[in-house]
């Protein structure tokens, strides 16, 4: 044991320039080599320590990259302009693996402020840091690990004008570390308008995938379909559930109904005078209050509900009412093997403490929250919100015989919290420098040429020996809406039904992905993302939101141009009337479809005759899709598994 | 066990729901050695302490402007002072819930390794920390076994990572639940995995260079031949050296990303570049986290990344005989398709 060396009594100089590099560490002068390798100064005292700067830590640091990667993809590194969107779990890791690698020049735009279940992975952040914003105590953190690098903070929506094709034209290549499906949409569209390479990167648990975008060369983020967030039928939230989230979506839009601003597109709007006429009164009993919200929606809702015959069957026998009474009653818990090994919290409550629960909520509301009433909105993290919304969806799964969720399991779906932990994030934001540093050497050059890749991180058993698994980048998809041939089919039940600001917002911006899209029709203006809501002022610009679409003369195949300037991107859509839509499949009442060229320009040459053709074609292609997806199916599924990467 | 407090269930929120309460308690109860504070080990104390394991941090070293440089629990006041011990306080910083010593100690005699080594369920050890002394690795790694501790051990070179795991006879008692808490609990199983000893390991050496393995393990196994006998030639003015020895011994790897073996030697006295230590000091956590909770099929029991490639592999050393070839399992198909 007598070979390991002594401390080292000397500090290493700062090294700068080639000479670090180990090849020709023997040749440096005054220097020598411990017998651990290490480079050290011969003669130089301690006393020297006090002079010890942060340029010699940034100098020493710098060298030892620059040995690895060499002069060429250093001064690359050195002088790349990097935008990182989302400062969260990726984001951390992310910011301080780009500083350390010398990278000098970055911006970084996140919206979100620190809470304290973000500290188990976001480790720039400290206990004291909580509320304040991830974008600015992350720079400020990372900035203590090379003092001379340029960071600069941004606290906002990356979806904000000021972030727009301008801002992003600055910079060399964007990385993302997004957590949601919205914004990553959002910035695929910038960078392909902006033609700057984008890498993209997510993670969920202990999955995470890597890879990379470049216009005309790779796949955007949108040349294959994500699953989005799940939409349900109407009808299966207010009058027919049949699982817990059904009920907790249910709970969510009651909680928003009673306690947050009007909005006519709550799923329980019918019920809104009855939930707000508590508002209106000075001073409310709040737990009358919440007796009486109790009474009518767990009891009187019910019956109704169950009188309504067409609605029940054998199969689906009619919901049973509650009385708040007879609730309290109900103490008994249900209980297995497993609660040893669980937390208060992860216990499913007695019917009574539900109904308790969801007493108590409601009068804290109208006790504490008094002054945000009618302007509060769900959120997960918010303990009386929950309790409300946790107790709401349970009551109701006892109304319709649906087993109960424990706060956790309600938190859990209610919030869509994907489990979260530092290592598959570690290993994610390690990655996109990895790729990132192919593309500032693929600049110029073809990106097939380059060794940029899309890694999945597998878990917990590799796959054909590789627990981190490269795959080639894949061409852009040619019908693809958003970088390709960018038209897409619509298919609604009535055309006079649907209003235009419907078409827009559950459509355009719902599953289009659209910011703030303008809509045109035959060269003219027929919707302004700056008059969404019907108004005088609307009127004025001559345009009626609430009119529609026949309103403003289309008809079944007609052609809409569809622009959004903040995301630089447009689409020309093909409307067709189908007015056996399927509900169940298509609850937001929207089909879309994407739409070769080919068939494009097929319409365009004739508009009546164009209509049949297009009908014809687009059925032969519905089939040949049908085919074509089902025989890629069972792959995808499997990929797909993995490709729902979303913690921040 | 004791009850987790309200206070973790707030900070462990995101991992509780990924690994459960069993497990968290595991991690909360057990003891984990980092020695050697470089390359991968570094991010690994980030990672073990944020999941709530508490650590000891052991290294003999003195701060030097390099480490600052690349290791970020370091300051440039720290400078000249123990490693270990700076590290430890900011390491200590990030979680305050978890607890986190320091030691600057070193085996002096055989005892005293014991000594060191004694009271922790896993202890993870850089080669550079030990002088890359392959010998000493292989002692640690048995003490371990007779003390019941898993061993973990890395080594870095540049764009290239490793680690090698013994976790002896490890009994996993279940699996991680998919598809949250929708889908319903499943029938914990429960399934052994033998590890060899890293003094077997370095004996198929010999076999490595000459087998099948990939490029970047079989640079690792040169490293090891070329110090079997003199750990002293662990410095970088010895490239020359080791090149040839590699023609000696008839293995000349060709590894992605690097141009001929002296610069591939230069590279392990380096540290490595920092995201390629994120990267396999995460793959690293999740062993030690996989070793502790014993949830999840662990990797036996050698793993190394290439940034270059971008692939991490996981290979059997010394290698284990091939099992009969039957039927590509349709998971295999889309694996081939996916590979490059
Ligand atoms: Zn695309």
New binding site residues.
Partial sequence: MERHVENNRFRQEPVGGSGFCTRKAGEIGNFRQDSLGKLVAVGVKTLVLQAMTCADVTAAGDAAVKAVVGEERFAMIQSAKLLVVGAGGIGCELLKNLVLSGFREIEVVDLDTIDVSNLNRQFLFRRVHVDRPKSVVAAEAVKQFRPNANIISHHGNVKDPQFGLEFIGKFDVVVNALDNLEARRHVNRLCLAAEKPLLEAGSTGHLGQVTVIRKGET??F??QAKPSQKVYPYCTIRSTPEKPVHCLTWAKNLFDLCFGPEDESNLLADLAAEMRKFQAQESVDGEDAGRRIFAHLFEEDIKKQAQLEDLWSDQRPPPGPLCYEDALKNTERPSTDADKDKLETQKVPSVAGDAQGFVAAVAKMYGERRELIGQSSFSKDDPVAMDFVHCAANLRMQNYRIGRLSRWDAQSIAGSIIPAVASTNAIVAGLEVVQLLHVLQSVGKNMKDSKARTVWVRFPEPSRKKILQPSSLHT??PD?F???SRTARVALRSLEECKIMALAKGCIQGQLGAHKPALYANGSCIFDPEYPEPGEEAEEEGLHPEWSLSQWGLTSGSLLQVEDEGQGWSINLVIREEPDLDEQLYPGGFKVSQWPTQWWLQVEAGAGAGEEAAKDMAEKKRKAEADAAEATAAKKAQLDANTVALDD | MSAITGDQVAVYDRQLRLWGVQAQQRLLNAKVLIWGLEGSNVEACKNLVLAGIALTLRDHRTVTAADVGFNYFLRPEDIGKLRAECASKRVQEMNPLGSVSFSSDRPTSDDKLKELLKGFDIVVVGLSCLGFDFELAAKMDSVCRSLGAGFLLTVAAGELSFFFSDLHEHVMQDRSAQGGPEAGPTEPKAETFSFPSFGSWLAAVPELLQGKSDASFKLIGLLASFLQKDPQKAVPSRAADFATHCREVKCEPAVDGLVGMEQAFGHFFVEPLIHVASVLGGLLSQEVIKAITRKDPPLVNSVCFNAHTGAALVEHIPPVAAAPKKRKAEEEVVADLLDD
């Fill in positions: 796949e955007c949108e040349c852009p998809n693809c958003v970088c390709g």
